[in-house]
């Protein structure tokens, strides 16, 4: 298992305490939030093109 | 009395396209899927103790049609212990029973990853300019549904009507973190921007036997898998399919709490009955900023939050007095209670501090950064566009894929794990002995079930292997077993009789 993964293991950090839970969330959060903006020009160039058509055009069977 | 161990699965169907081609045909597009990705020869599946019809509450069904059963679709067995199939128009992935939350997150994430390499599989059997793509999601956007099933191990002795009491407010309120969001609404239900729920526009009944339609909160199929005098399985058909590891563990891990809890009796020390549980659904899907309250049958109105907390005190008092060696041992249980208990305080000061962990909070933001980039209205279609392509399970095409990439999701387990997990069955059940059967003697395996083995040793008649024991068949069982033959007329004779897989 990597180092940077053990880390993200939710267990052993909530267990240091009520101020740690209550930091990494919040912290995760409003990073995501501030970071998101470089990430949209990368996803751009992902999406699929002609997006009305692309959606109107997903129609699946109900399941079950 | 001790609650039963909370075996459990999850079973997805996959939304699924079939582009470039004049005449998309979905059933073709799944049997591609599957059909590209078993290698070897398929498993069929014994179908001898498939009983959907069957209902919980102990009468027949009246006018309520079962399931069908599509004996003549795609069907394979694979040799880490699940079940990959055609399913009406759809792929569907059941992961193999695990017997914890973190376990089945690992198993759920390893079927994301076999519908990965089944579509670059079928593109070889496809003519140029034909892809199939899939998505883990639960709607078209247009009122068609298809689900994301859980299933629990539960002790046949509790009475059903018990379970429903408290099951019906715990569905309409553990949305709030196992939701994976959605733009609009569907099936009549009213206008909204942004929900937190895949599903809850399409639940209609309180309690029954449909899943197509009229969907009930809680679904009354009886059909155990399992030796039926001690046994349920829970079959839960309001979840949403998540792509975020927390959202899956959280789902899987509170529920099995909560049903050992109610298992054990005499906890409940409250009456948490919702008035009007299928509107209050909506309701509480239909505000993501948690504030819509809903109306208790002791009286009184409260928040989902507020239900949910209720439901978390009662969970720890549980824990504390009975233990949560059932749910997965008593260190992941407390994980869970930890992680849930982050999760409702997170909630409560402001949902944005749960991205990266809940799929409706994850999606919301994303589409929030485009909605304030470009100001969209949020009917445009570029929003649906990215909710749906949210879900796309293409690697380099899913945006929930590229957030993982970008370092703003959280992952609970490894990719290593994963990867493992989508060749090798969990050691803790019975999928250990099932799906290593498979791994030696594909061949020899004539049919399975999630509760037999049929194998042809060579000789008439074929022998039937029934494993009635969930959690028996583990690693721990019958490893020993598998070190000491070689051939599967080996094995049916050193099962000292082949009733049951010791």
């Known amino acids: 298992m990597a180092e940077r993964e053990r880390k993200q293991k939710p267990a052993p950090r909530e267990r240091e305490g009520e101020a740690a839970e209550v930091a990494a969330p919040a912290k995760a959060g409003e990073a995501l939030k501030e970071d998101l903006d470089d990430l949209l020009d990368e996803i751009d160039s992902v999406l699929e093109e002609n997006a009305e058509e692309f959606v109107r055009s997903y129609v699946q069977k109900g399941g079950e | ?502």
């Open chain 2, 1 to 502: 009395m001790v609650a039963v161990p909370k075996i459990a699965g999850i079973e997805t169907e996959y939304g699924v396209s079939l582009r470039g081609a004049a005449d998309p045909n979905p059933v073709l597009a799944s049997s591609l899927l599957i059909n590209g990705f078993v290698e070897q020869r398929r498993i069929g599946w014994d179908f001898e103790d498939e009983s959907p019809g069957r209902d919980a509450r102990g009468y027949a069904r009246d006018g309520a049609q079962p399931p069908e059963v599509e004996t003549h679709l795609v069907n394979a067995v694979l040799t880490n212990g699940a079940r990959y199939y055609v399913d009406h128009a759809h792929p569907e992935y059941s992961t193999p029973e695990c017997s914890d939350a973190l376990e089945l997150v690992v198993a759920d994430k390893a079927g994301e990853r076999i519908l990965a390499r089944s579509m670059q599989a079928a593109r070889r059997l496809l003519p140029e300019g034909q892809e199939i793509v899939v998505y883990k999601n639960n709607s078209d956007g247009k009122g068609n549904s298809y689900g994301c099933h859980e299933n629990y191990l539960v002790d046949r002795s509790v009475p059903f009507a018990a379970l429903v009491r408290t099951l019906l407010p715990w569905f309409v309120t553990r949305q709030i973190f196992c939701g994976a969001g959605k733009v609009g609404s569907e099936n009549g239900a009213g206008p909204v921007d942004y929900q937190i729920s895949q599903r809850a526009d399409f639940f209609e009944e309180e309690v029954g036997l449909e899943t197509t339609l009229k969907r009930p909160i809680v679904n009354t199929r009886d059909e155990p898998h399992a030796d039926p005098q001690k046994y349920r399985r829970l079959h839960v058909i309001v979840g949403d399919a998540n792509l975020c590891e927390v959202a899956t563990f959280l789902k899987v891990g509170t529920t099995a709490i909560v049903l050992a809890m109610l298992e054990d009796g005499g906890f409940v020390d409250k009456d948490l009955s919702i008035t009007g549980p299928v509107a209050a659904m909506r309701a509480v899907s239909h505000d993501p900023s948690l504030r819509a309250t809903v109306e208790l049958v002791d009286g009184g109105r409260c928040t989902a939050l507020e239900l949910q907390w209720e439901f978390l005190r009662l969970a720890r008092k549980y824990a504390d007095e009975s233990g949560l060696e059932g749910c997965g041992g008593e260190l992941l249980g407390r994980q869970v209670l930890e992680r849930w208990e982050a999760v409702l305080g997170g909630l409560e000061r402001d949902p944005v501090h749960l991205a990266g962990q809940l799929d409706w909070v994850t999606k919301r933001q994303l589409l929030d950064a485009y909605v304030s980039r470009d100001d969209l209205a949020w009917d445009d279609p570029k929003l649906s566009l990215l909710d749906l392509q949210y879900h796309d399970v293409r690697p380099d095409r899913s945006l929930y894929e590229r957030l993982v990439r970008a370092g703003k999701v959280e992952r609970m387990v490894t990719e290593a794990e994963v990867l493992r997990a989508v060749a090798e069955p969990p050691a803790t059940t019975r999928a250990y002995f099932r799906g290593t059967c498979l791994a030696r003697w594909a061949d020899a395996v004539v049919a399975a079930n999630w509760d037999s083995l049929i194998l042809d040793v060579g000789s008439d008649p074929l022998r039937r292997i029934p494993m009635m024991e969930p959690t028996r068949g583990s690693k721990g069982h019958v490893e020993h077993l598998f070190e000491d033959v070689t051939t599967p007329g080996q094995l049916v004779d050193r099962l000292s009789a082949p009733q049951e897989v010791e």
